[in-house]
């Protein structure tokens, strides 16, 4: 069994920080990309930042500059630093990790976080 478990929403003003992080347990042999995506109400979940196990990072135009994506290949985590939020970064943000669990010889699946909600608002 895996398990992926995303944390650290909340509500912060407008130009504040916050940190998220996710953590992959359970019987995993390699997890390759790890990313964050996120779902404002009444859109579609969107890619926000995404990096590969050597640490390759791939972010969306609305985020560059302003969010940090890193990763722990020794204890299976991915952190998302925040800054410079804006009302538009509202939403519930989700963590993915494509994971092949148990032996090399076990197929690699998509696991997904239960989401945490950011809210950005004065």
């Known amino acids: 069994q895996v398990q992926v478990v995303d944390s650290g929403g909340g509500l912060v003003q407008p130009g504040g920080s916050l940190k998220l992080s996710c953590a992959a347990s359970?019987?995993?042999?390699?997890?390759?990309?790890m990313a964050w995506y996120r779902q404002a109400p009444g859109k579609q979940r969107e890619l926000v930042a995404d990096?590969?196990?050597?640490?390759?990072?791939n972010y969306a135009d609305s985020v560059k500059g302003r969010f940090t994506i890193s990763r722990d290949n020794a204890k299976n985590t991915v952190l998302l630093q925040m800054n410079s939020l804006k009302p538009e970064d509202t939403a519930v943000y989700y963590c993915?990790?494509?994971?092949?669990?148990?032996?090399?010889?076990?197929?690699?699946?998509?696991?997904w976080g239960p989401g945490t909600q950011v809210t950005v608002s004065s």
């Open positions: 359970g019987s995993i042999f390699m997890i390759y990309t």
């Open positions: 993915y990790a494509n994971i092949q669990s148990g032996t090399i010889y076990t197929r690699r699946r998509d696991y």
């Open positions: 990096i590969s196990r050597g640490g390759s990072t």
